[in-house]
Structures are given as C-alpha cells and as structure tokens.
C-alpha cells in the first residue's frame, strides 16, 4: 500500500527517524509533484494524434526517452 503524506517540516525529523526504525516494514519512495492528467476523449481534436501513436507503437514503433536519446548521441 502506498500513502501520501503532507507533514510540516517541524515534524520531518520525527517522522523520518520513526519510519527509519521501520525499514523492515517500510519504504520510503521519493516522491514529485502530483501530475495532473488530461484525459482525451473522442471528442477532443488531440484524440487522432492518440489513436495513430497506439497503432504506430503496435506496429513495433518504439519510443525513446530523452535520457536514452542523449547517451546515443554521446
């Protein structure tokens, strides 16, 4: 299971030193800033640019991260 915390940063320390005794138990993940998600429906203009990146991708098509392009380009 995993939860969401917002603690005030007088408690941080706290917080941190008890869930360290836990590390058996738990795990602290980083986490980033929520994401917000835009649904695109059938009805949005955006909605073909979907459709044809799912077919090309089950085509075999295959997407890169910017991280992989920038190591080949090295």
Do not use: C, W
Not at 16 to 34: A, G, M, R
């Amino acid at each position: 299971m995993q939860i969401t915390l917002d603690i005030k940063d007088s408690a941080l320390d706290k917080i941190l030193y008890f869930l360290e005794h836990l590390q058996d138990d738990v795990k602290i993940i980083p986490h980033t800033q929520s994401i917000n998600l835009e649904v695109i429906d059938e009805n949005d203009p955006d909605f073909q640019y979907v459709v044809k990146a799912r077919q090309r991708r089950e085509d075999g098509e295959k997407s890169y991260s910017i991280d992989e392009m920038i190591q080949e380009f090295k």
